[in-house]
């Protein structure tokens, strides 16, 4: 069955960055087969060869171009015009596709315009399990916004025909944390309040907004991340363990997790890095937030009295995101180690740049002495990998191709955390000025205690 995958977008940052580099590396093992198309779609008029040539100077990774070229057409569209989408369905029916995937690497405001061309060109039809569109983060600039996007998409789609990207969910460990949750029973059976004291989802990024300065400052870090990436995280930690692994189960246990999830404005800290002002497109006066820690509820039976922190944000010094699980201590621990100092247990689980689990535990210190040290257990999932391991576009990419579900979001869920961050979003909180990650941590401990270390 010939296959194709058409990127409206094809001379954006996104297809250079990640959608070129995930192709070649199919292409290279054979997960897209010769014959198949790739349909390079945007309003630049150029040639091919211009396109490619383009593309060699922008893309930064070291690709053999000789094996993309030979899927590639180059197509100029005008997103406007019916007849630029009744000519593609033409030429696709020329080329002998019978399976298609429409990829929309564009904002989200061509969102509408773009499905309604292929909806009334006939390029997607309801019904046609063979045929999807697939659409990138942001969904919508808040809750109405992705509500109007989405009534809009199910006029011409099934909702089984729309994928809707979110990057972090293809990360290598992103994946793993239902392995290491259910396919353990030292965790899957540990892994409630009774023995979880609180939990850290973490994105640090070092640097600023650099080039995307002029979208950053309409949406900021809670809708960027805290909305998407670091929720999704969350629910994957707190969701209990579903009936199957088929994608609407997972699913299922998402939203609950989403729905009992509450964070109090009053328990949220918004910052600004200092400088920011001065980057190029954004106001002067602008509030957006580039930084949100927020401490947050899971109202359930599972997790009553857990607290889960939140924290993500630029120009804080390092690249890293993560999930700490610090476990309670042992209650009898008083009475045998009374004068001992002791760690808590703790497992953490690595998602950028380290990809990895490490687990803490305490132990006797060698030699003559009972005292009691901490001891880690190390497993470095990147190292296992022969070669590189896979990046998140690469085996999202996959999965589009061959029709799985799972790593994708459903609308339900996009609902729901955009109601979790309206509710800090609507209100009026001051914006902490901060110059670094040590001055964002002082303000954390300032308002929210000193136990808060693993920051």
């Not at 989408?85 to 696709?92: E, G, P």
């Amino acid at each position: 069955m010939k296959k194709a995958i058409t990127i409206f977008g094809s001379t954006g940052n996104l297809m250079y960055k990640k959608l070129f580099p995930a192709l070649h590396t199919l292409i290279e093992k054979k997960h897209i087969q010769e014959g198949s198309k790739i349909y390079c779609m945007a309003r630049r008029d150029c040639t091919l060869d211009d396109y490619i040539e383009d593309a060699k100077k922008q893309v930064k990774e070291d690709l053999n171009w000789d094996i993309i070229i030979p899927f590639l057409e180059y197509i100029i569209i005008d997103i406007n015009d019916k007849n630029d989408y009744s000519a593609l369905k033409d030429k696709m029916k020329s080329d002998g596709i019978e399976e298609s995937i429409f990829y929309l690497a564009v904002p989200p405001k061509l969102f509408p315009m773009i499905a309604s061309g292929i909806s009334e060109s006939g390029l997607i039809n309801k019904g046609e399990n063979n045929k999807r569109i697939v659409f990138e983060k942001p969904f919508g600039e808040d809750l109405a916004s992705a509500k109007e996007i989405n009534k809009d998409l199910w006029n011409y789609f099934d909702e089984n025909q729309i994928y809707r990207i979110d990057h972090y969910l293809g990360k290598e460990m992103i994946q793993n944390i239902l392995i290491v949750r259910f396919a353990n029973p030292i965790f899957e059976h540990t892994w409630d309040h009774t023995t979880v004291d609180s939990v850290y989802i973490i994105a640090k990024e070092k640097e600023g907004v650099m080039q995307r300065a002029g979208y950053y400052d309409k949406i900021g870090a809670l809708k960027d991340m805290l909305q998407s990436h670091l929720l999704q995280m969350a629910s994957l930690v707190a969701m209990e363990k579903p009936k199957t692994y088929d994608s609407n189960d997972i699913k299922d246990q998402k939203v609950k997790v989403f729905k009992d999830i509450k964070i109090a404005p009053k328990d949220v800290i918004l910052g600004q890095y200092d400088g920011y002002l001065d980057a190029d497109k954004v106001s002067e006066e602008s509030k957006t937030e580039t930084f949100v820690f927020a401490e947050a509820s899971i109202q359930n039976d599972q997790w009553r009295g857990v607290t889960f922190y939140f924290l993500t944000g630029k120009k804080l010094g390092e690249n890293r995101s993560e999930i700490i699980i610090n476990f309670r201590n042992p209650s009898i621990d008083g009475d045998l180690w009374p004068d001992k100092t002791k760690q808590r247990n703790q497992l953490r689980i690595e998602v950028a740049p380290n990809e990895g689990v490490i687990f803490q535990f305490n132990v006797k210190e060698p030699g003559l002495s009972n005292n009691i040290v901490p001891a880690k257990l190390d497993y470095c999932h990147s190292c296992q990998a022969v070669g590189n391991t896979p990046e998140a576009y690469e085996k999202l990419l996959l999965d589009l191709i061959q029709n799985h579900r799972t790593l994708f979001t459903r609308w339900d869920e996009i609902e729901t955390t955009w109601n979790i961050v309206e509710k800090i979003s609507k209100t009026t909180k001051p914006i902490y000025k901060y110059k670094d990650f040590d001055d964002v941590k002082n303000e954390i401990i300032r308002q929210f205690g000193d136990d808060l270390n693993d920051l």
